[in-house]
């Protein structure tokens, strides 16, 4: 079963909005990551936080992570035609204080930014 | 370093024939990743590697599948016989392991798009 699942599955917006996009999990992590994918090309790593952060800022990007409600959101702010993609969160399972070494991929957010 | 590289970037074959993909990690990771993405089911793991070893091949789909990791740099995901519903964007991602033994980022290939007719 998939331990992300992203919500919504398409968002559609204007150029200088702002996208919101949510992220659930099931078990205990120890951190959580988003990925980005443009058409017929791989992910890209975008940003990672960690079990004991809360927010993480990264240029026009802020994560925030509430492991109490076991939930992130990726928020693009002033969006732009280029943003336009699919985003993906990817959790990293807490095995006992370490890492299994895998990710769990959540089926990801198909963002369309309209010029 | 050039990244994750993956080869050939596009496979068009027939159902019945021998499917070979390739990729070169990133010099130094020390985990390999194998991935499939379709529309219907997303992105899938197949098969991972630590250190060259196989650690979890439970998504690999079926005994037609296969992959090899002979050493550090070099991995191959096989499917023989190939059939139509193996049509898929296969990834390559490596990754290595953080000072804390927690993950870090995967760094993906560009995929190898394969075709069964």
């Known amino acids: 079963s998939q331990q992300g699942e992203e919500d919504p599955q398409a968002l559609s917006i204007q150029e200088g909005e702002n996208a919101t996009m949510n992220c659930s999990y099931k078990?205990?992590?120890?951190?959580l990551q988003w990925y980005r994918q443009n058409s017929g090309r791989g992910l890209v790593h975008l940003i990672l936080?960690?079990?004991?952060?809360r927010e993480k800022h990264s240029g026009r990007l802020r994560v925030t992570l509430d492991t109490s409600k076991k939930s992130s959101s990726l928020l693009i702010t002033a969006s732009r035609a280029a943003d336009t993609a699919s985003y993906f969160c990817?959790?990293?399972?807490?095995?006992?204080?370490?890492?299994?070494?895998?990710?769990?991929f959540g089926q990801g957010t198909i963002l369309t930014v309209h010029p | 370093d050039a990244g994750v590289i993956q080869s050939p970037r596009h496979e068009v074959t027939e159902m019945g024939q021998e499917v070979t993909l390739r990729c070169k990690p990133i010099?130094?990771?020390?985990?390999l990743f194998w991935y499939r993405q379709t529309m219907m089911r997303g992105l899938e793991l197949l098969i991972y590697?630590?250190?060259?070893?196989?650690?979890?091949d439970s998504g690999m789909p079926e005994d037609r599948f296969s992959a090899k990791m002979p050493n550090a740099s070099f991995s191959t995901l096989k499917i023989q016989p190939s059939e139509p519903r193996d049509s898929a964007v296969y990834f390559c991602?490596?990754?290595?392991?953080?000072?804390?033994?927690?993950?870090?980022?995967?760094?993906f290939g560009p995929g190898t798009r394969l075709t069964v007719l």
């Open positions: 078990t205990s992590i120890n951190n």
């Open positions: 010099s130094g990771h020390d985990y």
């Open positions: 990817a959790t990293d399972a807490n095995a006992g204080g370490t890492s299994y070494g895998k990710l769990t």
């Open positions: 991602a490596s990754s290595l392991l953080g000072v804390l033994g927690l993950n870090n980022e995967q760094f």
């Open positions: 590697f630590n250190n060259n070893v196989p650690i979890d």
């Open positions: 936080i960690r079990s004991n952060e």
